[in-house]
């Protein structure tokens, strides 16, 4: 009874974590990053340590864990940080002025450290803590007192995130997701970075009760963020051309209630341009296309629980690695059903008022050309926002093409407005 109590709560109250949300872990201050859906089941892989997932069910969004050994095997224990860091450096900033030691005369030839690995595995054996094994690292240190405070502090702290891994628990949102995605596999968002995706939200007029068409080809990150600021007002249609739907995997993280999932559909241009022209007729293979990739992504959000985005993997071109196990009976999340097809009687009111907004972020299409074909299906004075990655200029001009990290991409923006006249 107590625990159907606690999935309640945690179900109405979205700052603490319920079984089958998806959760954003931080290892050690940002070194790995990792998407994973909480069950009872669920495991995450900490150096060479399996810890269930489980302590962390119940648990308010932006609280700390300690991987810490028991009887049963290394878990995650809940963990106040403290302020021993801050004052720690605070004095070695007024010691600094009057010690003159320096590390000029260390040598590093891996004999310093006198405690062996055998004599750490029995540390852990008889059940010592992380910091426990870091303390006893630094008393057998034959140089950590030659050194200075500074170079002390990063010894510390080098050995605490190999011995006592901290993992932070971030609820998984616009920011967080985007940043995540950014840093380990921008393909997969086409390079799409969070003050550009402010951009585009803001320059395409996205609040309250809006109907935005958008065209997302960064999987499903737009129109995750779209839905998020329209908050479960208005309708996000998430369109494609052709018979084969965009995938919408990173938009299933955000942890959408039932009421905003009711509002994310899809519909094939082909559909919307029928129902302009008064040919409201579907076609089977589309609808065929859009069932079959929506029933794929409930298979995959089913036995693929976590993404890792590890910055010190020496394999920055690695598909993101999925490494959450998950029980059978495990629940399936109310995220799983966004993305269905959009109702015949929602078109008709588009095609009567038109889409207030429109978002495009497809770097692998013909701006242009869809920019054209899409326009017609807005109301008039509605906003759009075109992102991508390259600007092609005149021809024979010169055709920018930048690949670090501080490209933001290009935004079109405009309005679109009434040519006839009465």
Known sequence: MSENKLHGDAVENPRITWDGCSVLLDINDGDRLVFSRLSAGAKLKIGNKNCSLQPLIGCPFGSFFRVENGA???????????????????????????????????????????????????????????????EALIANSATFEKK?????????????????????????????????????????IGFLRMDTLCLLLSMANVSANSDVLVVDMVGGLLTGAVAERLGGTGYVCNTYPGGSPYPMDIARIFNFGEEICKRIVRSPLTDLFSIQTEKPKVSGHNGDSCSMEIESNEQISSTTGMEEVSLASENMISDLIPETTYSVERKPSKSAKLGEKAPHEIISLWKENGFTSLIIAAPELDTWSLVKEILPLLSNSASFAIYHQYLQVL??????CMQMNGFGGYILSGTKICTTTD
Request: hydrophobic letters at 25%; proline letters at 6%.
């Open 148 to 188: 200075t405070v500074f170079s002390q502090e990063k010894y510390r702290l080098k050995k605490q995130k190999k011995y006592a891994p901290i993992v932070l628990l971030r609820r998984p949102f616009t920011r967080s997701i985007c940043e995540a995605y950014l840093k380990k596999y921008p393909v997969r």
């Open 72 to 134: 049963e095997g290394p878990y995650l224990s809940r963990y106040t940080p403290s302020n021993e860091g801050n004052s720690i450096q605070e004095q070695g900033d007024c010691q600094s002025k009057d010690e003159l030691r320096d590390n000029r005369a260390l040598v590093d030839n891996n004999k310093a450290q006198s405690l062996t690995g055998d004599a750490i595995n029995e540390m852990r054996r008889q059940g010592a803590s992380g910091d426990e094994i870091v």
């Open 395 to 400: 021809p024979s001009r010169t055709h920018p």
